[in-house]
C-alpha cells in the first residue's frame, strides 16, 4: 500500500506495518484509491481484532500493537488476498470464466472512467479515454475494491454497492494529528459492539465474510436477493455485488498507467457478467450517515446541489 511518512516521503508498505508512528497518510496517486484504503484497513482490522473490552481498545489507541500482533490477527484471512490464481481470488467472482464473461479494458474499474456511451457519442469531455490502458496488480486490487465498494449503477443486472451507487462514507480523524493508526483505529469498535449491529454471527465460514471464496449461489439463490442475515456482520466491509475476473494471460511489462511504478504483470482487461450479490433489506454500514424516510432508513448519498443545514449533525454521527 502506498503511504506518505512525516517527512513526506512515499513509500510501499504491507498492511501490518501501518502501526510505524511515522506513517500519516495514505500517499496513492488517486484520492479515490485513498478513501478506498483507509476502508479496507479499518475493515481489515475490524474483521480480524479480538479486542472486546473498551479499555482495552483504548490501550490500543495510546500504544498501537505491533508488527507481530498485527500479523498474527492477519493470518487467517491471506487466503481471501489472494489476486491471481486458479481458486479464490481478492474480490473476483469465484466461478466467472473468460469464456463466459463480456471483455472490458482495465481503465473500466475505475469510478470515473468513461461509460461506453460516452465514447460512442464521443461526449467523454472531462474524463479522458485511453489515459489508463494497464495497470498493475496493487493499483488494480486497489480500483476493484474501490468499484466494489462504491459501485454505481452499471447496467442491467450490474448491482450498485451495499449502500447504493457512490455512497457518502463519513471516517473519524484524530485531532490534533497523530498517525495514520491513530485515525484507522479510531473507526474500529470493540469486537462485542461490532457484532451487535447486524448479520449472523453464526455464519462463521469464511465465505460469509469474504465472498468470492465460494460461488455466489452458496450466499444467495440464482436471482435472489442478499439481505444481512444471510451472511457474517463482517460481511459489509467485503461486499461484492459485481462479477469480474481480472484476465493475468496476458500481463506485459512497463510502467503502470496509475502509479507510474515499473511492473512485470501489467494488466490490460478483465471479464465481467452480470446477476452479482443483490444486496437489498436493513444494512447498517458504519461508514455511512442513515436517514429515515417512509420505507425506512437509507445511506446517506452525495447530491448535486450539496448537503443542506439540516443534514450536517446527521453526515457526522447519523439521524
Not at 511518512?5 to 510505524?20: C, F, K, N, S
Not at 500519516?24 to 484504503?37: E, M
Not at 495497470?135 to 447504493?164: E, W, Y
Request: hydrophobic share 40%.
Amino acid at each position: 500500500m502506498p503511504i506518505r511518512r512525516r517527512t513526506g516521503l512515499v513509500d510501499w508498505i504491507a498492511p501490518h506495518q501501518i502501526i510505524e508512528p511515522d506513517i500519516v497518510a495514505f500517499a496513492a496517486n488517486r484520492a479515490d484509491f485513498n478513501g478506498a484504503l483507509a476502508q479496507m484497513m479499518i475493515g481489515l482490522l475490524q474483521t480480524t481484532t479480538p479486542i472486546d473490552d473498551e479499555g482495552d481498545w483504548e490501550d490500543w489507541l495510546e500504544t498501537p500493537p505491533t508488527a507481530e500482533v498485527l500479523q498474527k490477527w492477519f493470518a487467517p484471512t491471506a487466503e481471501a488476498f489472494v489476486l491471481n490464481g486458479d481458486g479464490a481470488r481478492f474480490m473476483q467472482d469465484f466461478s466467472l470464466t473468460t469464456a463466459e464473461g463480456a471483455e472490458s479494458t482495465i481503465d473500466a474499474l475505475l469510478i470515473d472512467a468513461a461509460g461506453g456511451s460516452a465514447i460512442d457519442k464521443n461526449t467523454d469531455h472531462f474524463v479522458k479515454r485511453d489515459t489508463i490502458k494497464a495497470m498493475c496488480p496493487h493499483c488494480t486490487a486497489t480500483a476493484l475494491f474501490t468499484l466494489q465498494t462504491n459501485a454505481p449503477a452499471g447496467g442491467a443486472g450490474h448491482r450498485t454497492s451495499l449502500r447504493g451507487g457512490g455512497p457518502l462514507t463519513t471516517l473519524m480523524v484524530a485531532t490534533p494529528s497523530r498517525s495514520l493508526w491513530h485515525d484507522l483505529w479510531l473507526n474500529v469498535q470493540p469486537q462485542r459492539t461490532f457484532l451487535q449491529r447486524g448479520g449472523d454471527t453464526l455464519k462463521t465460514a469464511k465465505h460469509f465474510t469474504f465472498p468470492w471464496l465460494a460461488e455466489i449461489i452458496q450466499i444467495q439463490p440464482v436471482g435472489g436477493e442478499t439481505q444481512p442475515l444471510q451472511v457474517h456482520p463482517h460481511h459489509v466491509f467485503w461486499a461484492m455485488p459485481r462479477r469480474i475476473r481480472l484476465d493475468f494471460s496476458d500481463v506485459r511489462t512497463g510502467l503502470c498507467d496509475v502509479c507510474k511504478r515499473d511492473s512485470i504483470q501489467l494488466l490490460h482487461r478483465y471479464v465481467t457478467k452480470p446477476q452479482g450479490l443483490n444486496y437489498k433489506g436493513v444494512w447498517r454500514h458504519p461508514f455511512s450517515p442513515y436517514y429515515e424516510t417512509k420505507e425506512g432508513w437509507l445511506p446517506v448519498h452525495p447530491q448535486p446541489g450539496g448537503f443542506s443545514y439540516k443534514k450536517l449533525v446527521g453526515m457526522g454521527i447519523g439521524d
